[in-house]
């Protein structure tokens, strides 16, 4: 009997994950409650188990008692209360593992759907996949092999409830661990992540070692590293960028596969103002303005894009308001573009106090800038829209005497209609497909030019590139040169 105790205690104990001496000191709570519903009239009811032997040890007042004779009522409420504490224990060491591993990746088989949000079976308990933590458009179906990150571990009630997450930006950081060995060993570090789950994540990375090339290492011999990670996330795209100190410089690598020709910076309202020439500007915003977006989430500025002629009608706007101001000189027009003030509305956005810290200027003058600054702002804005919206009425008069014109001959419509839809269908063909850059990975070397060729101005998608070479690339003399499809 007391070789059979002793083979139970460390069967239970080894299945549930639960210490030994957890599981005796059940035991001996069972036993006293099964003793105590059988001696009610006792006052102190005490039971020991020897750990070494297995003797079980019972008093009722101080008298010996046989737990042997204390009959069925009392048997089954030993079992009750046994099955309750181990399951406590059991929920607590659950509990205690999996919120060790917060921040890890875990794989787990799909069990079932409940209201969208998956239930995965990790072995030693149930962990639930919300659907607002899945990479949008993935399908996945009961008895799959799934992959995630535990998000957070809770208690609720009866139950230990584990979170997990697919588009947490951890989740990629993670992924880079486990397939780039340098990221895990901490050769290269992963200094800034942005992500939109599902569609793209910029990733800027550094190296500690000057010969390991911290976005070829990334990528792997024939992109095999970053393959990887893409196919996991169901073809979201990944631009890998260089770090780099210059907030300048990380904004114009964070823009990439887009040229960009020059960079203004205004700390006073953390903005950033980039000067992209006309052909290279639906390449930097991105597709709905993603990659914008993510540049502006990596470097922790708000980046504004701007065009030459822009930029030079802003400061020929200022140059001509201002010169008027007494005690006002050209010379100013400079000190304010090194400011990052490259416009009316951002003079009198900032105000007069930096000007007097920076510029050294009087408080009386730079309140006079300030103030014809801002007057003139409004009058700009208010041209602005008056001119966007007479460009809209004449484009929408255009529209309507077209159809009028059209009503007179229905069969001259319907061949215009027809010529038009031939005209769309071509332009749709020639336009490339979306999907066929879905494993796309921007890259901060020269390859990166033919990148941005590959570049749709529409939609802003970056061209899959991959090193054709035998090994990674590992130093600055050998960067990445070959272009995969």
């Known amino acids: 009997m007391n070789a059979d105790l002793l083979r139970i205690v460390d069967s239970i104990s080894r299945d549930k994950n639960i210490q030994k001496e957890s599981v005796f000191a059940d035991l001996e709570a069972a036993m006293s409650s099964a003793a105590r519903k059988a001696f009610e009239e006792a006052e102190d009811v005490t039971v020991r188990i020897d750990r070494a032997t297995g003797e079980i040890v019972a008093t009722a007042d101080d008298e010996p008692i046989d737990m042997k004779t204390l009959g069925r009522i009392a048997a089954q409420t030993a079992k009750q209360v046994m099955i309750q504490k181990i399951r406590e224990d059991e929920r607590s060491a659950i509990f205690d593992e999996y919120s060790e591993r917060v921040g890890t990746i875990i794989t787990g088989t799909i069990t079932r759907y409940e209201g969208g949000s998956i239930i995965v079976n990790l072995g030693r308990g149930e962990a639930i996949l919300p659907r607002s933590e899945l990479i949008p458009g993935d399908q996945h179906h009961p008895g799959e092999r799934i992959r995630a990150m535990i998000l957070n571990v809770r208690e609720e009630q009866s139950m230990v409830r584990i979170v997990l997450t697919q588009t947490h930006p951890d989740y990629i950081r993670k992924l880079f661990e486990v397939e780039v060995p340098e990221v895990g060993e901490r050769i290269i570090e992963i200094r800034a992540l942005a992500r939109e789950a599902g569609y793209r994540t910029k990733v800027a990375v550094s190296s500690i070692d000057s010969k390991v090339d911290a976005v070829g290492a990334c990528v792997g011999v024939r992109g095999s590293r970053i393959r990887n990670i893409v196919d996991e996330l169901g073809g979201e795209k990944i631009d890998i960028v260089r770090w780099n100190e210059s907030s300048q410089v990380l904004i114009t690598n964070a823009l ?75 010379v100013f027009l400079d000190k304010m573009m090194a400011m990052g003030l490259i416009s009316l509305a951002d003079i009198a956005e900032v105000g007069a106090g930096p000007l007097v810290q920076e510029m050294e200027l009087e408080e009386g003058l730079a309140a006079r800038i300030v103030g014809v600054a801002g007057e003139q702002a409004k009058i700009i804005a208010v041209e602005d829209e008056a001119r966007k919206a007479a460009a809209k009425a004449a484009k929408a008069a255009g529209v309507t005497s ?40 921007g890259l901060d070397s020269p390859v990166e030019e033919k990148a941005g060729q590959s570049e749709d101005a529409a939609d802003g998608d970056i061209a899959i590139v991959a090193a054709e070479s035998d090994a990674v690339p590992c130093t600055e003399d050998s960067p990445l040169t070959t272009e995969e499809g």
């Open 402 to 441: 077209e159809a009028g014109g059209s009503q007179g001959d229905e069969s001259t419509a319907a061949d215009n209609s027809e010529a038009q839809a031939d005209g769309a269908a071509v332009e749709d063909s020639e336009s490339p497909d979306d999907s066929d850059a879905s494993n796309s990975v």
């Open 256 to 330: 990439k596969p887009a040229e960009v020709h020059e960079v203004f910076l205004c700390f006073e309202m953390g903005r950033a103002t980039v000067i992209v020439e006309e052909d290279q500007l639906s390449l930097a915003i991105g597709k709905r303005g993603q990659n914008v977006r993510l540049a502006a989430q990596l470097t922790g500025w708000d980046i504004d894009i701007s065009t030459p002629a822009e930029h030079n009608k802003c400061l020929d706007d200022m140059e001509k308001n201002l010169r008027g101001i007494d005690g006002f000189e050209v």
